[in-house]
């Protein structure tokens, strides 16, 4: 098992607060370097990719997740909304880099699907413990509103057109060599925007992988999204997938509350006992990232590196304790 964080930048300062909180893996997106189109499309850049690979050696740092762009006219924003010559071409840009990321040994590529994306989401408010500042999220507040891009559409045509898309770009990241790790829905509300959310439950997850089964389609398992979800038994999620060899990714966050209404909070301070989901990675044999996500805003640090090397330290102190560090 092995600990990661979200990269911001490549500064010699930032690289090396990294290395001395003991990070020696990255997930990175950092698009406008990377893609060959301006608006974070077209296909990832060997060159660039190879680059910054290099760059991060001295600091005895590896690249290990790459996020997909998302967000309105990225990489794959047309494939979303059905079957066009416009998405099979966005979805052969999405081949084309996973086999770049295969060829320079990038093992898990993340990636999302929905329209509204993590719409709805108040950020900045002081809810977690002390006053820091952390997302709130009130279905209420936003079941009747939507922004300027959203749609109609049902879980059917949601279903039919990521089914498409993954029948295209599995078997690519099976020859590349490359994980696929979906990050499900947040918030993980069965509405949002007027889109049906397919992969708000654990029923909606276990279809996804039964719809493409391949070693190589999983999950980036958001525990702080599972513990959104409504019931949800977020170690037993875990297990379940784990068993399979389904998870491939991991943000290792935490919330209070559920939909319809839960506020994020600090690692230590939610309604899922970490320890306790720590011991059941290490059990189904988990062997990916662990990355702290969501971070609150703490009291004079505005660049979140106090609450970032919490979280790290948090994580480091669970790997040690179950045997993985």
């Given at each position: ?25 990255v997930k990175f997106n950092l698009w406008d370097e990377l893609m060959s189109e301006p608006g974070a499309c077209g296909v990832m850049k060997a060159d660039e990719l190879r680059k910054l690979q290099e760059e991060l050696k001295p600091y005895e740092i590896e690249t290990y997740v790459f996020l997909l762009p998302q967000g309105p006219n990225t990489q794959y924003w047309h494939a979303r909304f059905g079957r066009s010559p416009e998405a099979d071409k966005e979805i052969e840009n999405v081949c084309e880099t996973i086999r ?226």
């Amino acid at each position: 098992m092995k600990l990661a964080v979200g990269m911001r930048e490549t500064s010699d300062e930032y690289l090396r607060f990294l290395t001395q909180l003991g990070v020696h893996y990255v997930k990175f997106n950092l698009w406008d370097e990377l893609m060959s189109e301006p608006g974070a499309c077209g296909v990832m850049k060997a060159d660039e990719l190879r680059k910054l690979q290099e760059e991060l050696k001295p600091y005895e740092i590896e690249t290990y997740v790459f996020l997909l762009p998302q967000g309105p006219n990225t990489q794959y924003w047309h494939a979303r909304f059905g079957r066009s010559p416009e998405a099979d071409k966005e979805i052969e840009n999405v081949c084309e880099t996973i086999r770049v990321c295969g060829d320079c040994g990038l093992p898990v590529i993340e990636w999302t699907w929905s329209i509204p994306d993590v719409f709805g989401r108040v950020g900045a408010s002081p809810v977690a413990r002390g006053g820091a500042t952390t997302s709130h999220f009130d279905y209420d507040l936003i079941k009747d509103k939507r922004p300027a891009y959203a749609v109609d559409m049902s879980a059917e045509q949601m279903w039919d057109n990521i089914i498409y898309f993954m029948e295209r770009i599995v078997p690519v990241a099976e020859e590349a060599g490359v994980q696929l790790a979906m990050h499900h829905h947040d918030p993980p509300t069965e509405v949002l925007a007027g889109e049906a959310r397919i992969l708000c439950n654990f029923a909606g997850m276990k279809r996804m992988i039964e719809e493409v089964d391949s070693p190589v389609n999983g999950f980036n398992i958001c525990q702080g999204t599972l513990a959104e979800q409504a019931g949800s038994d977020v170690l037993g999620v875990i297990r379940y997938f784990g068993e399979r060899g389904k998870i491939n990714h991991c943000h290792f966050r935490n919330v209070k509350g559920s939909v319809p209404v839960y506020d994020e909070a600090f690692i230590d301070d939610g309604d899922v006992d970490m320890y306790e989901a720590m011991k059941v990675y290490k059990e189904v044999g988990y062997r990916h990232c662990f990355i702290p996500d969501h971070c609150p805003g703490m009291t004079g640090d505005p660049d979140r590196r106090a609450t970032v090397a919490y979280a790290v330290a948090y994580i480091r102190a669970l790997l040690h304790v179950v045997g993985e560090l």
